[in-house]
């Protein structure tokens, strides 16, 4: 939920960790606060807003030019308002100890109590500036090393953490360490150099070397040295498996764009591909995906799916619905994980749980992951970051392949996962039967068909800004879908109120008349799916329903469409698909048409207020 970076070497640490920090930022950006080290004096400059601000009040110090040694962090308040003091780092009481935290410390307030009662004070509401005095007070009564204080100190504490920590009486390493929120380490081999980062953004063009904590370990990080990893429970030594990043920083800069969202969304048909690249092989009939092949029999022997997400991993885990049920004959179940979480569910070892997340790192959806696995289910991750939380708890999966999505507001990451849900669910139902030869192979085909056709449909833009100026100034507006197209209309809805800050809701076309129907005067904008196969006709009356009452309604048609042509204010068509498969090509419009009312409306299209791009705190 924050962003974390350092740097210890022979180069300036300022413009790396401040840097970083920009990179970083999708995790959080309501302050933040650097650290630089300048061989003698810890130097701090933290403020309530982004790192854009931070930077106007480090443009004036010195320290920027000095220090080899730094750490930054990039905040999302959890314990105590964004403010200037909350920010981090924090120091210790003495000043000698100085820490960044991503995560959150449960029971921070006892420690806190029995820390004033030995003398110490707070000059913050966080949780991160009690784990520091701890620290500093277990290295005290010990008499011992920081590494090993940290150790101490982290058995005391509940909650989540990825931490890096810096003594100045001993500035030659980092500690660092992580439970529940990832942390890398880049390492610069040749150069005896280390990096410190929530992701390995920051780091991509120094090294390829990461070394990606498990949860329960922790890193010294000596310079000149080897990193030696720990398990933080027992001591024990740990093997720092140094992995080769496939990251380019090509992938996570803006390319010529104005923002990463509108990147995000012309990447889709690129996005697609890279997803059934080498799995789907339309010409042979053929889908492979080693985590469903190893695991066939679940799958077919399973009495029901259970999916579960949030937010918009959760949108296309309602299209995975449609598909599972439809094509392999399986029923399903779609959970929020927050709910599914605390609700005491009925899960069995027949059950299969899919659970789905751009991050990997959504703490409601792993703690689903963790409480299905206690009941003996069989769970399977579809994530976007390789090597996430979420990939490594789910017992298989298949990766999405769409590239780091750096705005906050999902895009191919929806697209992605939709990709991997549909070859899942046509594999299961050929393994089933319950889909003859010829749809499987006609599937294939379209499928193949997709990234083209998305390719075309993000050429009509224009079009999509035109109808964006019409409709910006709009304080309500109604999304309405059926079929496989009401989960799209639940994500067009969420897309325009996380950017554009507008109220939006999205409903089965069908219960418009059991209550939003009230809504319609001629101030509301309905965006109405009414693809030529689904429900065509329903939808239609739906439209001349809203039509009657004077709404506004802005139609997704399929091409050549004639009847909803004559009714609707304006049309936006996509190409002919199998029914399906109209959520990759339906969802399009309705990403630029979000994205362009934001852009009219001067907001932070790449970081909406009070969200984070991964939220890893209940
Ligand atoms: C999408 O636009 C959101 N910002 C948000 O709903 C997101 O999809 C949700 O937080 C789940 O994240 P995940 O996919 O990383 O688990």
């Known amino acids: 939920m924050c962003g974390i970076t350092g740097y210890i070497g022979h180069r300036k640490a300022y413009p790396i960790v401040i840097n970083g920090l920009k990179r970083l930022e999708y995790r959080g950006y309501d302050s933040a606060g650097v650290m630089m080290f300048d061989g003698d004096q810890m130097h701090l400059s933290k403020t309530k807003g982004k790192v854009s601000d931070l930077e106007e009040i480090t443009n004036k110090e010195t320290y920027r030019q000095e220090g080899n040694i730094g750490m930054g962090h990039t905040r999302w308040a959890t314990h105590g308002v964004p403010n200037d003091i909350n920010s981090h780092p924090h120091f210790s009481e003495s000043g000698d100890l ?80 992580r439970l529940g929120s990832p942390i890398a380490i880049g390492v610069g081999k040749d150069l005896g150099e280390f990096f410190v980062a929530s992701d390995a953004s920051p780091f991509i063009e120094f090294t390829k070397d990461a070394i990606y904590l498990e949860d329960e370990e922790m890193a010294i990080i000596k310079l000149g040295k080897e990193v030696k990893v720990r398990k933080i429970m027992d001591d024990s030594l740990v093997d720092a498996n140094i992995q080769e990043l496939q990251l380019s920083l090509e992938q996570i800069e803006k390319g010529g764009y104005d923002h990463f969202m509108l990147k995000e969304i012309h990447e889709q048909p690129k996005a697609i591909i890279d997803t059934y690249r080498g799995r789907m092989l339309a010409d042979e009939g053929i889908i492979k995906m080693a985590g469903v092949d190893d695991n066939i029999e679940k799958f077919m022997n399973a009495d029901r799916i259970i999916i579960v997400a949030c937010g918009t991993s959760w949108h296309a885990g309602l299209v995975g619905e449609y598909l599972f049920e439809d094509m392999a004959r399986v029923p399903v179940e779609v959970e929020y994980a927050s709910e599914f979480r605390y609700r005491n569910p009925i899960i069995t070892p027949k ?153 939006a809701e999205g409903y089965p076309a069908a219960e418009m008349k059991h209550g939003p129907i009230a809504l319609i005067d001629e101030n509301m904008p309905i965006f109405v799916i009414a693809t030529n196969k689904g429900h065509y006709e329903k939808v239609v009356s739906n439209i001349q329903e809203i039509k009657s009452r004077s709404g506004k309604i802005i139609a997704i048609v399929t091409e050549g469409d004639v009847t909803v042509k004559e009714i609707a204010d304006h049309v936006i068509e996509i190409p002919d698909t199998e029914e399906a498969l109209t959520p990759l090509l339906t969802t399009i419009p309705l990403q630029l048409l979000s994205y362009h009312i934001a852009v009219m409306l001067d907001k932070n299209v790449d970081q909406p207020r009070n969200l984070a791009k991964s939220v890893t705190v209940e």
């Open 98 to 177: 100085v820490i960044v935290h991503n995560g959150i410390i449960e029971n921070y307030d006892t420690i806190k109590k029995e820390l004033i009662t030995r003398g110490y004070t707070f000059q913050s509401d966080t949780d991160t500036e009690v784990l520091v005095n701890l620290i500093e007070e277990v290295k005290k009564q010990e008499g011992c090393k920081l590494g090993k204080a940290v150790q101490i100190a982290l058995t005391q504490v509940i909650g989540a953490y990825a931490i890096a920590v810096f003594d100045k009486t001993k500035p030659n390493e980092i500690i660092v360490a």
């Open 351 to 503: 059950d299969v749980v899919i659970a789905i997340s751009q991050s990997g790192e959504t703490a409601d959806t792993l703690a689903a992951i963790k409480l299905a696995k206690s009941k003996g289910a069989f769970v399977f991750g579809v994530c976007n970051v390789v090597g996430s939380s979420i990939a490594r708890e789910t017992h298989a999966g298949a990766y999405t392949h769409a590239g780091p999505e750096i705005g906050v507001a999902s895009t191919k990451a929806f697209t992605t996962q939709i990709t991997v849900l549909s070859l899942i669910a046509l594999k299961l139902a050929k393994a089933k039967g319950t889909l003859s030869n010829s749809a499987f192979h006609m599937y294939l085909q379209k499928m193949q068909l997709i990234p083209s056709k998305v390719e075309k449909l993000l050429q009509i833009d224009n079009k999509v800004k035109e109808i964006a100026s019409v409709y910006k100034d709009a304080k309500n507006c109604l999304y309405l879908g059926r079929g496989f197209n009401f989960p799209v209309a639940l994500e067009g809805a969420l897309k325009l109120k996380e950017i554009s800050y507008i109220h």
